[in-house]
């Protein structure tokens, strides 16, 4: 069974910077899409970012040219770059890996904190 494991988030100040990290019990990157969604309270939860297996990237309207997601095959992980931070940003943010051929669902890290406050 294929464990996602997420680390980075905190608190910042607006106009800060944090890098989520996902890291993966085995490479899974060959097969698996990987996504990290963001859910804030009584909010539905939104894609942020996804990278493909063949490293293709693609981001939600939203972040405005702010993040950047890279992937280091090496060492299992994901990574979220995360620069100029608002208060909107404020979530749980969540890394998701996807069967190239399926649309939803897959495998659920248990969420990093992001808090962006003055």
């Known amino acids: 069974q294929v464990q996602l494991v997420e680390s980075g988030g905190g608190l910042v100040q607006p106009g800060g910077s944090l890098r989520l990290a996902c890291t993966a019990s085995?490479?899974?990157?060959?097969?698996?899409?990987m996504n990290w969604y963001r859910q804030a309270p009584e909010k539905e939860r939104e894609l942020v970012a996804s990278?493909?297996?063949?490293?293709?990237?693609n981001y939600g309207d939203f972040v405005k040219g702010r993040f950047t997601i890279s992937k280091d095959s090496a060492k299992n992980t994901v990574y979220l770059q995360m620069n100029s931070l608002k208060p909107e940003d404020t979530a749980l943010y969540y890394c998701?890996?996807?069967?190239?051929?399926?649309?939803?669902?897959?495998?659920w890290g248990q969420g990093t904190q992001v808090t962006v406050s003055s």
């Open positions: 998701n890996a996807r069967l190239r051929i399926f649309t939803s669902g897959g495998l």
């Open positions: 085995r490479n899974i990157f060959n097969l698996y899409t």
């Open positions: 990278i493909s297996t063949g490293d293709v990237t």
